[in-house]
């Protein structure tokens, strides 16, 4: 499960760099993501078609039997909308919508899934802040202040969810 509008910005971006074909694509976002998420054949192909149908993309002459697609103007167009509209969901703090994280907690009481939700919402926020700070404002005592938290907070994480799933360590 990724953030609405993930795929399709990334494959503009990735368009913008040169002409791929559907499986250069996967492996693209896959490499983007540090290996962490690939999107399957069934999430890309019927989004090139979108981007087709509406005139964003073209499919270029076929080269060894392998389709690749490059952006048309009107792509590079909703590209630099959708880059914008990233900054400034940034510039604001946001990261993720609040649906992402109430699919985590559908079977929690409502008042604790919300808690939890806001937390973890506030949690990934103050990462894309502190990652932005960190990019204008660069310096090694920040950077390991920054990596002892989240190592620590990532760790007092996986020590519970251990001990909910019974394992000893």
Same mark, same amino acid.
């Given at each position: 499960?990724?953030?609405?509008?993930?795929?399709?910005?990334?494959?503009?971006?990735?368009?913008?760099?040169?002409?791929? &074909?559907?499986?250069?694509?996967?492996?693209?976002?896959? +490499?983007?993501?540090?290996?962490?998420?690939?999107?399957?054949?069934?999430?890309? %192909?019927?989004?090139?078609?979108?981007?087709?149908?509406?005139?964003?993309?073209?499919?270029?002459?076929?080269?060894?039997?392998?389709?690749? %697609?490059?952006?048309?103007? &009107?792509?590079? =167009? /909703?590209?630099?909308?959708?880059?914008?509209?990233?900054?400034?969901? #940034?510039?604001?703090?946001? !990261? !993720?919508?609040?649906?992402? $994280?109430?699919?985590? $907690?559908? @079977?929690?009481?409502?008042? +604790? &899934?919300?808690?939890?939700?806001? *937390?973890?919402? #506030?949690?990934?926020? *103050?990462?894309?802040?502190?990652?932005?700070?960190? #990019?204008?404002?660069? *310096?090694?005592?920040?950077?390991?202040?920054? /990596? @002892?938290?989240?190592?620590?907070?990532? =760790? +007092?994480?996986?020590?519970?969810?251990?001990?909910?799933?019974?394992?000893?360590?």
């Amino acid at each position: 499960m990724v953030p609405k509008g993930f795929i399709r910005y990334h494959v503009l971006e990735a368009l913008n760099e040169k002409p791929m &074909s559907g499986s250069e694509l996967m492996e693209q976002i896959e +490499k983007h993501t540090g290996g962490t998420w690939k999107p399957s054949p069934g999430s890309i %192909y019927p989004l090139l078609s979108w981007l087709q149908d509406n005139g964003y993309i073209k499919e270029l002459p076929t080269e060894n039997g392998l389709k690749r %697609y490059e952006l048309t103007q &009107s792509g590079k =167009a /909703l590209l630099e909308e959708q880059t914008k509209m990233r900054h400034k969901v #940034r510039e604001e703090g946001g !990261f !993720f919508a609040e649906p992402f $994280f109430d699919r985590f $907690f559908m @079977k929690m009481p409502p008042e +604790k &899934s919300q808690q939890i939700g806001l *937390s973890m919402k #506030r949690f990934a926020t *103050s990462t894309v802040k502190l990652g932005n700070t960190l #990019r204008e404002k660069y *310096s090694e005592q920040a950077v390991d202040e920054a /990596l @002892k938290a989240i190592n620590n907070a990532s =760790a +007092k994480l996986e020590e519970i969810n251990s001990k909910l799933k019974g394992e000893s360590k």
